[in-house]
């Protein structure tokens, strides 16, 4: 590598690293703490949010393999590792998932900005069948919502 091409990009790194974030993520674990002990989904999305009216439409969900069936459940072989692949085309400040198969409801929460791309693929745990949930708070402060049910043929404490 030339020496003038490796200090202008050791410079460029070196000025990139000074920059401090003018977005930070919110620790939701400590400025919500209910929402982490809440034993239902209704309680979880209340503690979040204030509210447990959702809107379901505009969020794409797909667990275990398949997409959303209203007629369908669709079946997670192993309760330990169930893939779970959620995205929204909306403005979206927070992305958040829940399921009411374990004792605490809440699964996770993302702190989303203009730039964020949301589409995600997660693994979650559930030790028995149950409905998943995925809840986006978008930008104009509504929340828009997808759930799937899923049979789980072994239980995530077993697998």
């Known amino acids: 590598m030339e020496r003038r091409k490796f200090l202008s990009m050791t410079l460029g790194a070196v000025a990139l690293a000074a920059v401090p974030a003018s977005v930070r993520a919110e620790d939701f674990r400590k400025a919500k703490p209910n929402v982490w002990t809440a034993h239902t989904v209704e309680d979880a999305i ?6 447990t009216t959702l809107i379901e439409e505009g969020v794409e969900l797909k667990a275990a ?3 959303y069936n ?3 459940k669709a079946v997670a072989s192993n309760g330990g590792a169930i893939p779970v692949d959620f995205s929204t085309k909306i403005p979206a400040k927070t992305i958040a998932v829940f399921q009411d198969a374990n004792p605490e409801a809440a699964v996770m929460v993302i702190d989303c900005n203009k730039y964020s791309v949301n589409n995600y693929s997660i693994k979650i745990k559930m030790a028995k069948p149950g409905t998943v949930t995925v809840v986006v708070e978008g930008q104009d402060g509504k929340l828009y919502a ?5 049979d789980v043929a072994l239980g995530g404490c077993e697998g």
């Open 46 to 51: 209340k503690a979040m949010y204030g509210t």
């Open 65 to 67: 393999g398949e997409k």
């Open 146 to 150: 997808a759930k799937q049910t899923l």
């Open 70 to 72: 209203s007629g369908r």
